[in-house]
C-alpha cells in the first residue's frame, strides 16, 4: 500500500475498464464464468454442477491476511502491553481468540510499504535496547517493540504461518539473505547464533517470503525501474535460496491495474527472475463508483469481474516470459494484497505512536464486494495459491479493537466462509443467467455463483448483484447431488451503508436462508443484494 498517491491510483483504476466478456475469453477457468444477458431480465440463472468435473484445488494459503506496522495494526492492534484484555507478552488475548476461531492460515508481514525503509535488526534482542525510529513510509513513530521473534511468537499462538516480506528498497539482498539465516539456519552461523542468545533455540522454518512491496511506485522508498528491481531481485533470491534452498519467494507485480506500467512491469521484471522466483505478485483496492453524484453500487458489486481480468492478464504475460525462455515451470501468482478501500485514505501519522490511520468502516455493500472477490480468488485457484486479504485488525480489517474488546465488521462474515467451508476443490459449473449494464465494465451477471467439494460436502457461494430483487438460482446436479442441507445463511439487508459498530455491533449479521428440499434440482431463491453460503452433504 502506499499513502499519497492512493486516491490517483484509484480514479486510474476506475479508467480502466474490463468487460465480463473479455474475462470470459481470456482467464484459464472460463467455465465457470457465468453467461450474462439482457434478453430477458426475468429469467432465472440456471447453475449446472458436475461434481466429477474439478478445475483447481484450493490451495491451504488462498484465504491469507496481512499485518503492517501502519496504524494500529500491530501496537493497540495484535500487541498491547498494561492492557488486561492482554497476557502477559503483551498480546491481545481477544484478538487472538477471534484470529484461532477464523483459521487465518497465513499472515503477511511487516509490510506494505513499511517494509521498504525497515531494518529487521532494530526489532531483535532486548526490547528496553530497541532503538525508536521514524517510519518514513507512514510518518509514524517505531518503537520496534514487536520484531519478527515477537511476530512469529504471536503467530504460533494464533495458528498461523507467516509470509515474511524482506527490505529490497533501502537494504541490501545480502541483508536479505541474513534475515533468513536468522530464521531457518538451525545453529553455527552468526545470524542464527544470535537468534539462539536472543531465546529462540529452534529455527523457525519460515517457507513463503516477499522481495520487497510494490516497487513499481514512486511512493515506494528505493523505487527503481522494472529492470533494475528484476536483477535486484534475482540476486535477493538466488542469496537467500543458498542460505535455505527450500524457501518460496514472490517478486513484485505491478501495485495496481492503474498504474501506467501495468503488464510491462510484469514482463521486464520476470525477464530477469523468472527462473529463481515461485511467485508473481498482484495487488488490488477496489472504490465505491459514482453515478450523478450518487453511489453506484451496481456497478461496485460487479468489480469483482476486475480480479478475473487482472489474474487473466498477469497470468498471460507470466506464461510469455516463460515461452520466451523456454522455461519448463508454470509461474503461480500471490494476490497477496486486496480488500475494498475508499472511505478511509489518509496515511500521514504525524510522527505519533500507533496512529488511527486507514481504519475503514465497512458498510454491507463492502461486504458483498468482499463476497464477490473470494467468488473470483476461487475461480482461479488454479492460478492463485496466496491471496491475502489486507489487513486484518484496525487497519482496513474485519476486525477493530478498542479498549473494551473487538469489533467484527461487515466484511468478516464472507471472510469466515470462505475459510472455514471453501475448501477441497473447485467444482467446474455451467451458469447462465440474466444480467444488466454496468457502464464502462459492459454486461454483468445479476448472480455470481461459485462450489467448491470437499470430500463428501459441497458449498455453494452466491452473490446476487440485484439490489431491487430476489433473484432465481435452478441448480441442476449431475452425478452426486445434496442429500442433506448442513447449513444456509445469506448476509443481506435494505440498507447497503448498515454497519457494525461498538455501540450497535449487531445491524448486520447473517441470516438463515430458507432452501428447498435438497435433491437433484434445487430451486434457491438468493435475497436482493446478498452474499449466500450454503453446505450441503452429498447424497
Given amino acids: 500500500m502506499e499513502r499519497r498517491e492512493f486516491l490517483t491510483r484509484t480514479a486510474a483504476t476506475a479508467l480502466a475498464a474490463v468487460t465480463p466478456a473479455a474475462v470470459l475469453g481470456s482467464t484459464a477457468n472460463s467455465e465457470s464464468l457465468p453467461a450474462a444477458s439482457d ?3 426475468n429469467a432465472p440463472s440456471t447453475v449446472s454442477l458436475d461434481t466429477r468435473q474439478t478445475v483447481a484445488t484450493v ?10 506496522h ?19 507478552h503483551g498480546f491481545r488475548k481477544d484478538v487472538l481468540a477471534e484470529v484461532r476461531a477464523l483459521g487465518v492460515p497465513l499472515i503477511r508481514y511487516p509490510g ?15 526490547q528496553a535496547q530497541r532503538p525508536r525510529i521514524l517510519d518514513r513510509a507512514w510518518d509514524s513513530l517505531e518503537t520496534n517493540q514487536v520484531g519478527v521473534d515477537e511476530f512469529m511468537a504471536w503467530c504460533k499462538l494464533a495458528g498461523a504461518r507467516p509470509l515474511m516480506a524482506v527490505n529490497l528498497g533501502s537494504d541490501t539482498p545480502m541483508n536479505a539473505s541474513n534475515l533468513v539465516e536468522y530464521c531457518n539456519v538451525p545453529q553455527g552461523t552468526k545470524w542464527s547464533d544470535m537468534r539462539r542468545a536472543n531465546g529462540v533455540s529452534q529455527p523457525y522454518g519460515i517457507h513463503h517470503w516477499c522481495l520487497g512491496n510494490e516497487m513499481d511506485g514512486p511512493w515506494q522508498i528505493g523505487h527503481c525501474d522494472a529492470t533494475a528491481y528484476g536483477y535486484r531481485a534475482a540476486d535477493a533470491a538466488r542469496q537467500m535460496k543458498a542460505v535455505d534452498p527450500g524457501i518460496k519467494v514472490t517478486a513484485c507485480g505491478s501495485s495496481s491495474p492503474g498504474m501506467p506500467t501495468y503488464l510491462e512491469w510484469e514482463r521486464q521484471v520476470l525477464e530477469q527472475c523468472y527462473e529463481v522466483v515461485d511467485y508473481l505478485s498482484l ?11 450518487k453511489p453506484d453500487y451496481p456497478r461496485f458489486l460487479a468489480q469483482n469481474l476486475e480480479l478475473d481480468r487482472e489474474v487473466a492478464q498477469v497470468g498471460a504475460v507470466c506464461d510469455l516470459v516463460g515461452a520466451r525462455l523456454k522455461s519448463r515451470k508454470t509461474l503461480r501468482l500471490s494476490f497477496d494484497e486486496w480488500n475494498v478501500w475508499y472511505g478511509s485514505t489518509g496515511g500521514d501519522g504525524k510522527r505519533k505512536y500507533a496512529p488511527h490511520l486507514i481504519e475503514e468502516t465497512y458498510n454491507l455493500g463492502d461486504a458483498l464486494l468482499v463476497g464477490g472477490c473470494i467468488n473470483s480468488l476461487l475461480r482461479n485457484a488454479k492460478r492463485i495459491e496466496i491471496a491475502c486479504l489486507a489487513q486484518l485488525v484496525n487497519v482496513i480489517a474485519p476486525l477493530m479493537t478498542n479498549d473494551q474488546g473487538v469489533l467484527r465488521q461487515t466484511t468478516y462474515f464472507p471472510y469466515r466462509w470462505a475459510l ?3 475448501r477441497g476443490e473447485v467444482l467446474a459449473i455451467s451458469h447462465n443467467g440474466p ?15 461459485v462450489a467448491t467439494l470437499d470430500n463428501n460436502r459441497l458449498c455453494l457461494l452466491a452473490l446476487n448483484r440485484d439490489t431491487s430483487r430476489t433473484r432465481t438460482m435452478e441448480c441442476h446436479f449431475t452425478a452426486a447431488h445434496p442429500g442433506r442441507i448442513l447449513s444456509a445463511f445469506t448476509l443481506t439487508g435494505s440498507d447497503l ?4 459498530t461498538f455501540a450497535q455491533p449487531k445491524n448486520v449479521l447473517p441470516e438463515r436462508l430458507p432452501l428447498p428440499a435438497p435433491g437433484r434440482r434445487m430451486t434457491i431463491e438468493l435475497p436482493a443484494q446478498s452474499y449466500s453460503v450454503m453446505q450441503f452433504e452429498l447424497a
Avoid: C
Avoid at 501502519?70 to 502477559?88: C, E, F, K, N, V
Avoid at 495487488?283 to 453524484?293: A, G, I, T, V
Avoid at 444488466?436 to 455470481?448: K, N, R, S
Fill in 435 to 449: 444480467g444488466y449494464e454496468t457502464e464502462p465494465l459492459g454486461m454483468a451477471p445479476y448472480l455470481d455463483v
Fill in 59 to 68: 490451495s491451504p494459503y488462498l484465504f491469507g491476511s496481512f499485518l503492517e
Fill in 283 to 293: 495487488h488490488r483496492y477496489f472504490n465505491l463508483p459514482q453515478k450523478d453524484e
Fill in 112 to 126: 506494505g510499504n513499511f517494509v521498504s525503509g525497515y531494518f529487521w535488526q532494530d526489532g531483535i534482542g532486548p
Fill in 497 to 500: 451503508t448498515a454497519t457494525n
Fill in 39 to 41: 434478453s430477458n431480465p
Fill in 70 to 88: 501502519l496504524g494500529r495494526a500491530i501496537y493497540d492492534g495484535i500487541y498491547q502491553p498494561g492492557s488486561p484484555l492482554s497476557d502477559a
Fill in 420 to 422: 472455514q467451508l471453501a
